[in-house]
């Protein structure tokens, strides 16, 4: 679930009316994949997008005729290429949108409180079925068992509790299932010109950002607003910090030294990614070394050098877009990619 989302199905204010709509089944080429979502509030303010263009607009609308009959919808968009060409789209395929008024936040906090945590939980949504149940969300825990909210079933069976969403059906009805996983958070190892582009850009992927730096002037609110500031020795600072598998992490240091610092501290951690910026040579010395150190090779050779996607960039900036493309590619691995 999107971070936005989630903050914003936080803080509706007692009294005002949203819904919350869905992406829960695809075919052929849509924008957005399953579990995709956007937040319709009474007056119009939208949260979050499922593709844009005249599908989000038809859902739109669909969702302001939910709040006011007061009972999930399950929306169908035909994005085919004669109705896509009116608003020069290309997609040409089917979305299953549900869409359910929010009317009890408590499965909501759940899952935030979970994601503090750094937890994985499940959403399970009631989007056919018994009357009683349609429209609820229950929230199940990494092996399935309830945690709160509607008992929606009584348990998710273990082929449910995979990384992608799914739409299950049964007996008596269907229900869509959606692993919440913790937040994915861009550790960056290094204050100067890069890392400053880096994060500028990376507050827009739904990252939570951390920057380190021992040095003063490239370690503060000042040059990163956005992010968590650690002004610490290298070493120290990661000792501390809680790397997951949900971390990305970024090595720009100002040289052989301080590298050599940071990956002692994190080569062998479960993070997601770890980037080095540097040439070929030079993180071959770096490599050497740490091997000598006793650090395994197949640790080292999880780094990703020279960092990023090669696209010639040669500016901070262009740097910063080769990193976090490759980072995108990490993070969305495993999954299908819309071709839309």
Request: overall charge neutral; proline content about 5%; some cysteine.
């Amino acid at each position: 679930m999107d971070k936005e989302i989630l903050q914003a199905l936080l803080n509706v204010p007692s009294g005002e009316k949203a819904a919350l709509a869905t992406i829960i089944s695809t075919k052929g080429s849509t924008p957005r994949q399953k579990g995709v979502s956007f937040l319709v509030f009474a007056d119009g303010r939208t949260v979050g997008t499922i593709g844009g263009g005249c599908g989000e607009a038809e859902v739109k609308q669909a969702a302001l005729m939910a709040l006011d009959a007061g009972a999930l919808k399950v929306h169908h968009v035909d994005l085919t290429a004669a109705i896509a060409a009116e608003e020069g789209m290309l997609c040409g395929g089917h979305m299953e949108v549900a869409i359910e008024p929010v009317l009890d936040p408590e499965p909501f906090r759940l899952i935030a409180a979970h994601q503090k945590k750094n937890e994985t939980v499940y959403s399970c949504l009631a989007v056919e079925g018994d009357a009683r149940v349609i429209g609820k969300r229950g929230v199940y825990d990494a092996r399935g068992s309830f945690l709160g909210g509607t008992p929606v079933v009584e348990r998710l069976a273990p082929e449910w509790l995979g990384e992608v969403p799914l739409l299950v059906p049964r007996e008596d009805g269907r229900v869509f299932i959606q692993p919440v996983t913790p937040p994915h958070v861009l550790l960056v190892l290094g204050g100067g010109y890069i890392a400053q582009a880096l994060v500028a850009m990376a507050r827009q992927l739904d990252f939570e950002i951390t920057v380190v730096d021992d040095r003063p002037d490239f370690a503060n609110n000042r040059l990163f607003p956005d992010a968590q500031v650690i002004c610490e020795r290298f070493e120290k600072a990661l000792k501390e910090y809680p790397i997951t598998s949900s971390t990305y992490i970024v090595v720009v240091t100002r040289g052989h030294r301080y590298d050599a610092e940071c990956l002692r501290q994190v080569v062998s951690s479960p993070a997601a990614y770890i980037g080095l910026i540097g040439s070929r040579r030079r993180t071959k010395l770096l490599f050497d070394q740490l091997a000598e150190e006793g650090y395994a090779r197949e640790d080292l050779a999880r780094v990703k050098t020279p960092i990023g996607l090669d696209i010639g960039g040669e500016t901070p900036a262009e740097i910063a877009v080769s990193i976090l493309a490759e980072i995108i590619w990490y993070r969305r691995k495993g999954k299908k990619m819309s071709k839309c």
